[in-house]
Structures are given as C-alpha cells and as structure tokens.
C-alpha cells in the first residue's frame, strides 16, 4: 500500500471537496480518499503509486496540484 498526501490549490468549500473526491476515487487501485478543506490537502492511499493520475484527475475535477506531492 503505498500513501501519499498532496496539495490541491482553490478548493474553498464542500462542493470542491466532493469534485475532487469524486475523481479521485475513480482512479484504479484507489481505496480511500481523505480531503482537509482548510489545508487543502489530500491524503491518497492506494494500491500503487499514481503521482501522474491523480495530476489529471485533479486537473479534471477543475483543480491544480500546488508543487505537486506535499509528502
């Protein structure tokens, strides 16, 4: 199980969340995933590393990553 936590730039309320959730729990291998509005951080446990998916999928949901990964 590989974790990773990311920055997400202009999430400022729960609709954003929920865009962003929604993608992200799309991506194969994807088994939860955990958004801190305030920080605008999200902790991305899955079943392999998937730093360039989650780059389109949150790109998709209308979002940008902020430096890429946070940890």
Do not use: F, N, W
């Amino acid at each position: 199980m590989v974790q990773k936590v990311y920055d997400v730039k202009g999430m400022t309320c729960a609709h954003c969340v929920q865009a962003v959730s929604s993608e992200l729990a799309g991506l194969p291998g994807v088994d939860d995933v955990q958004v801190d509005l305030p920080s605008g951080r999200v902790t991305l446990p899955s079943e392999q590393p998937l730093d360039r998916a989650v780059v389109a999928a949150v790109d998709e949901a209308g979002y940008e990553l902020a430096g890429g990964e946070a940890r």
